[in-house]
């Protein structure tokens, strides 16, 4: 049905709360065959599972849709899945717009600059380093092409890349001023502990005086050690790193022009590769295609998101040092198919990625592609096919925001999905990231163009 079985109806009274519902992701052929025969539903349309039924989830810019259009449509979109059998489907119209997630204001270690004169200049995420050959000594990071070029303005020249941009670099220093602060308080804190413990050491009450001694003074060693490496940091970066012709990384080696519907998978291709230049990296300890995964996330929360089946604990296991490699490549058929399942026996894939703007996320990806109708300035509009990850839960934050753009998303082994170019929802918010395929964006693009490319590893 193109309509719920139960009309929806506006909840009234003193305790009218809509009912919650948590989108799900949906891996199913029938429908994947629907998708592929139909191609100008809407403006951004991804079959989503709200949690039981299947949902035709069409997004349309904010007020631009009356309720007598969306039974029209809901009507015709109810003859399509008849076409093909399907039963028991509903429609469901969102306000929402696609936005290209680069943005200026943003600090991680992978964010990227462009030096551009008399310009501002766009910030995204580096992805991964790609080697051009086996024996070739040229390293490059992979990101989105309008995370440093506005899209389609400026042409493929060699343009120099600052890292990190110079946004990030005053927050470079802003945090380290926090983190020295923070650490000055526990130390004082710690030596106020230890001034109590020896005044319960002169007491009757000193059980367990010993043991807290030891736990303190561990405490208050981490917290000086902290202060001097920071210390040190910043002088270093004010020393070495001040001046933006200190901090150019490399350049820009390569990077078509944007096109959204390409080839014959229709999917966008928006990539850039900046060829590091090598005497500004320290090889020896280069850990080369690794997703940091952070501290604001704790481990056991990373782990019961990476693992929904708790009778599959091997479907994701915590990497050392929170370092979760980079290796491999997930196909287009997994995409699809995934092996994984959560906890109801259901098909699912988790992913994760580690952005600029969000940092740490990790959310289920759809199964089936989503159509998405990018606006122009101009008034034109072209239709791509894109790769959706969809909120984890009903209270989970966003997957990614303004500065994420180039990230890679990848599945518990490390395996890539995709590389992150956009999302859509609120006029200031994203509740469904897009991205590009990685198994299409390796084979069928760059190694058109560098046909030996492949994930770069360190030497052993």
């Given at each position: 049905m193109a309509c719920p079985p139960t009309p929806w109806k506006k909840p009234t009274g003193r305790e009218a709360y809509c009912v919650p519902k948590e989108v799900r992701s949906v891996f199913d052929d029938q429908i994947a065959t629907l998708r592929g025969q139909q191609s100008t539903?809407?403006?951004?349309?991804?079959?989503?599972?709200?949690?039981?039924?299947?949902?035709?989830?069409?997004?349309?810019?904010?007020?631009?849709?009356?309720?007598?259009d969306a039974q029209v449509a809901a009507a015709s979109c109810e003859t399509i899945l008849d076409k093909f059998k399907i039963t028991g489907a509903e429609v469901a119209f969102r306000e929402s717009l696609f936005t290209r997630l680069a943005g200026p204001k943003l600090f991680n270690y992978q964010i990227l600059g462009r030096n551009r004169r008399a310009t501002s200049c766009t910030e995204g995420t580096g992805a991964i380093y790609l080697s051009d050959g086996r024996d070739s000594e040229k390293v490059y990071v992979l990101t989105a092409r309008h995370a440093v070029f506005?899209?389609?303005?400026?042409?493929?020249?060699?343009?120099?890349?600052?890292?990190?941009?110079?946004?990030?670099?005053?927050?470079?220093?802003?945090?380290?001023?926090?983190?020295?602060?923070?650490?000055?308080?526990?130390?004082?804190?710690?030596?106020?502990?230890?001034?109590?413990?020896?005044?319960?050491?002169?007491?009757?009450?000193?059980?367990?005086?010993?043991?807290?001694?030891?736990?303190?003074?561990?405490?208050?060693?981490?917290?000086?050690?902290?202060?001097?490496?920071?210390?040190?940091?910043?002088?270093?970066v004010t020393k070495y790193w001040s001046e933006e012709s200190q901090r150019v990384i490399g350049h820009i080696a390569y990077s078509p022009a944007i096109t959204v519907g390409?080839?014959?998978?229709?999917?966008t291709e928006d990539w850039a590769l900046i060829e590091l230049d090598r005497n500004k990296i320290d090889w020896d300890k280069f850990r080369g295609n690794v997703i940091d995964l952070g501290t604001e996330i704790p481990i056991l929360e990373i782990v019961s998101k990476m693992r929904p089946d708790p009778a599959n604990p091997a479907s994701f296991i915590y990497p050392l040092r929170g370092l979760l490699p980079v290796q491999g490549v997930i196909t287009e058929d997994e995409l699809r198919r995934p092996q994984m399942h959560d906890a109801?026996?259901?098909?699912?894939?988790?992913?994760?990625?580690?952005?600029?703007?969000?940092?740490?996320?990790?959310?289920?990806?759809?199964?089936?592609?989503?159509?998405?109708?990018?606006?122009?300035?101009?008034?034109?509009?072209?239709?791509?096919?894109?790769?959706?990850?969809?909120?984890?839960?009903?209270?989970?934050?966003?997957?990614?925001?303004?500065?994420?753009?180039?990230a890679i998303i990848v599945?518990?082994?490390?395996?890539?999905?995709?590389?992150?170019?956009?999302?859509?929802?609120?006029?200031?918010?994203?509740?469904?990231?897009?991205?590009t395929p990685f198994y299409w964006l390796l084979e069928e693009r760059i190694k058109t163009r560098f046909p030996n490319a492949h994930l770069y590893q360190p030497p052993a």
């Open positions: 539903l809407s403006a951004s349309l991804r079959p989503k599972r709200i949690p039981v039924p299947v949902v035709l989830w069409i997004g349309v810019k904010p007020g631009s849709l009356s309720r007598e506005p899209p389609n303005t400026v042409p493929n020249e060699l343009y120099d890349l600052i890292l990190p941009g110079p946004q990030a670099f005053q927050s470079v220093f802003k945090s380290t001023m926090v983190k020295i602060r923070g650490d000055i308080i526990m130390v004082d804190l710690h030596n106020r502990e230890l001034d109590a413990l020896r005044e319960r050491e002169a007491s009757v009450d000193n059980d367990g005086v010993e043991e807290e001694r030891m736990v303190i003074e561990g405490n208050l060693r981490a917290m000086e050690a902290s202060i001097k490496a920071i210390n040190q940091f910043h002088d270093e390409t080839g014959t998978k229709r999917y109801d026996g259901d098909p699912c894939l988790m992913v994760i990625k580690n952005g600029s703007a969000t940092g740490t996320t990790i959310d289920r990806a759809n199964g089936i592609k989503s159509f998405v109708r990018q606006h122009f300035p101009d008034g034109n509009h072209e239709t791509s096919m894109e790769w959706a990850i969809l909120g984890h839960g009903l209270w989970s934050r966003s997957f990614s925001a303004p500065g994420d753009s180039g599945d518990g082994e490390g395996r890539i999905g995709g590389l992150l170019t956009g999302g859509s929802g609120g006029t200031e918010s994203t509740d469904v990231t897009y991205a």
